[in-house]
C-alpha cells in the first residue's frame, strides 16, 4: 500500500498540490500530526556534498554537519533565491527538503553546480515521509515512541531510521522512511489527531518562517524574508552563490522591504505571488505565504515596502480582494540598523 493510499484510509485526502484535508474534526488539539505532503525532500551525498553545499547555499553547512537544522538558501549571482530548504544532516551527507512544487527546479539548480564534486543527488519524496507535530503534548507524544527529544530549536535526534527536528514554536517535523512511518503513524493517532496541511502552514507563518513557491522563485534576496532570524544567512563563512548582494544589503545597504504578517478576509487563501497593493500605489507587497484559520479568514506572511506601514490608517489590500488586510506582530524583532543606511566616510 501506498503513502497516499494509508492516508486515505484514514480520512485524508490529498490534491494535486501536495496539500491535504482531514475529513474528521480533531479531538485533541494537545497533540496534532498533519502529514507534510506539500513538503519534498532530496539529498545531497558524497565525499565532496558539504564542501559542496557550503559554497552554494547562504547558511553555514558545518553548523548542520554538527548536528543542528538550518534554513538554507540558494541564490542567482544577482542574489536572489532560487531555492529555500531546511537541510538536515544524515550519514554521507544531507537530507533538503522544501516545497514540493518547486523541489524539481530546486535539485536542478544546483546539480548544475556539483557536475565538478564528488557529490550527487536523487529526489527522495516518494520514499522519505514527513510527519509535523504541534501542541502541547507533541514532545510527550514523540517520547512515548522511542525518540530522543531535540532540546533546542534546530537540534536533530535520530530514531526509527529518520531524523526529529524541533522547529520554532516548540514543534517538530519528522522525516523517516515510508516503511517506518505507516505503522509508526497508526500507533501515534491512538494519542494524537490528524490535521491538513493548513494547520501546519498556519504555524509556519505564526512562526515568521519563509516559503518559495514557483510564483515567487528568484523574486526575493534572502533579507527580504527575514531569512538572518533563523541562522539561515552566514556572512562569516565566506563566498557562495549570491554572496556578495547578500552581504553588501546587509553592512552597506537598506533594507526597504521586509517581511511582515498579515490577517485576510476571504474564503480562500490568496496564493504566493500575489500583490498586494494600497489606494495610491500597486505592487507594495507580495505574499510569501498563507493559509486558512477559518472558513472565511486567514493569515499570510508578505515582503512589503517598509513605508507602506507609516501611515495607520492606509488600507491595504489583495488583488482582486478589496478586504483590508490587518497587520499582525511577528515572533522576533527585525535588526533596526537594515533599514538605515550606513553613512560614508
Known sequence: MSWLDTLNTLGVQVDESGNCQ???AVTNASATITPLTHLGLFDVTGPDAEKFLQGQLSCDVQKVRAGKSLLGSHCNIKGAMVSLSRILPVENGFWLRTERPVLDTAMANLKKYMIFSKAESHDLSDEIIGLGFCGEQAATLLSAQGFSIPAETGECSAGHEGVLI???????ELWLP?????PLLKTLLTTGSLTGTDNWKLAEI???LPSLQRDTLETFIPQMTNLQIFDGVSFSKGCYTGQEVVTRLQHRGKLNRPMYRLAFTATKAPAAGTVINTPDRAGVGTVVSAAMDSDSSGELLAVMLKTSFDDDG???TLDDNDQPLVRLNLPYELDPELFERPQRL
Not at 178 to 182: D, G, T, V
Open 206 to 208: 505564526r512562526s515568521g
Open 22 to 24: 482531514v475529513s474528521a
Open 166 to 172: 524541533r522547529v520554532p514554536d516548540d514543534r517538530f
Open 314 to 316: 492606509a488600507i491595504l
Open 178 to 182: 515510508e516503511q517506518q512511518a505507516e
